[in-house]
């Protein structure tokens, strides 16, 4: 599995940790962007499915940062295909909502055009077709949204952090998408791996909300399990109030029936993965008090 540290990454190994068959590399041990290292470790390695989770994932750097985006987002996908074509192994690729224009007024499905608004969606879109060109429909490439989980900064992290230290906050009220715990996409992800899934699938969480709703619900789960000593007060504002380098598509909310008929069933609600988010990092931190950590 490639980009070890990132906050997919950290799902997949919470979960297979137990069977010891996965193996992790970090950046330092496996740039997707250097063919002679992702040669060589593909050699070394004899792998039966290769999982990139490796991205170049800051949206509003990327506009300024067109080169090295498409470097991590294309190039590297299409090496890892290539590497796996030659050593006839599986690719699991993940990708994004932000490929879709977010025009539409009912969810993408997997077979609707894309249209990204930024460099970032441009880039994985070209990684998307990078892998599919190189593998001729062997590849599996999934499609996740507003991810978080980990110990690594996302829009929980960052959240818990402005509601611990402001008196209020401004969140944009305007886009829509669904929040997707780390953990729902890699179980799902494992999923599709054990079906021998390929093409292109959507995974999220299920139901959909706007970053204002998904703000207001971490304020409200997180005081309920003892995060926060307060409820703050938290005020919709639109996408001209709170502007960005990057355009972000106004809805982005994926189609996923495909997918639960192959899997058999349908993720959690979105909430329902918060909770058990804020739970478990509760748990955690009342762990590191207990070791004196
Ligand atoms: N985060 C989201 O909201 C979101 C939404 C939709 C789709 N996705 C997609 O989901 C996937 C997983 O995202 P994530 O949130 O887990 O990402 P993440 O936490 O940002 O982790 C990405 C990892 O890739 C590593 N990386 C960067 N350049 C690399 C390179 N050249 N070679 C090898 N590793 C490299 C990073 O290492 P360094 O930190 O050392 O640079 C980091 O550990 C990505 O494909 C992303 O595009 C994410």
């Known amino acids: 599995m490639t980009g070890a540290g990132g906050q997919l990454a950290q799902a997949f190994q919470e979960l297979t940790k137990e069977d010891g068959t996965c193996v992790f590399l970090s950046k330092s041990e496996l740039d997707i962007t250097d063919t002679t290292q992702v040669g060589a470790v593909m050699a070394e390695a004899s792998c039966e499915w290769v999982v990139n989770t490796a991205a170049y994932t800051a949206v509003d750097a990327a506009e300024s940062d067109e080169e090295e985006a498409f470097q ?11 590497a796996c074509r030659a050593h006839g192994a599986r690719l699991a690729h993940v990708s994004t909502d932000f490929v879709f224009d ?10 609707d055009e894309p249209g990204p608004l930024s460099v970032y969606g441009r880039s994985k879109l ?39 230290d402001r008196d209020e906050l401004s969140v944009v009220a305007d886009q829509f998408g ?18 021998d899934a390929r093409g292109i699938h959507h995974v999220t969480d299920s139901g959909s909300a706007t970053w204002y709703d998904f703000a207001v619900a971490i304020r409200d789960v997180a005081f309920e399990v003892g995060l926060l000593v307060d409820r703050i007060p938290i005020h919709p504002i639109s996408t001209e109030e709170y502007p960005t380098p990057a355009d972000r598509p106004r809805f982005s909310v994926l189609a996923k029936a495909r997918t639960d008929r192959l899997l058999g069933d349908c993720a959690p609600h979105w909430r329902t993965s918060l909770e058990q988010h804020l739970s478990d990092a509760k748990g955690t931190l009342q762990d590191m008090e207990r070791n004196g950590g």
């Open 178 to 195: 669904t929040p997707t715990w780390a953990m729902t996409l890699a179980r799902r992800m494992l999923g599709l791996i054990d079906a």
């Open 126 to 164: 070209a990684g998307e077709r990078a892998v599919a060109e190189t593998l001729s429909g062997e590849e599996l490439i999934v499609r996740t949204s507003w991810l978080y989980g980990g110990r690594s900064s996302n829009f929980v992290s960052t959240m818990l952090r402005l509601l611990g």
């Open 102 to 111: 977010g025009a539409a007024n009912r969810p993408y499905e997997t077979s």
């Open 72 to 82: 991590v987002n294309a190039e590297g996908p299409r090496r890892l295909a290539e």
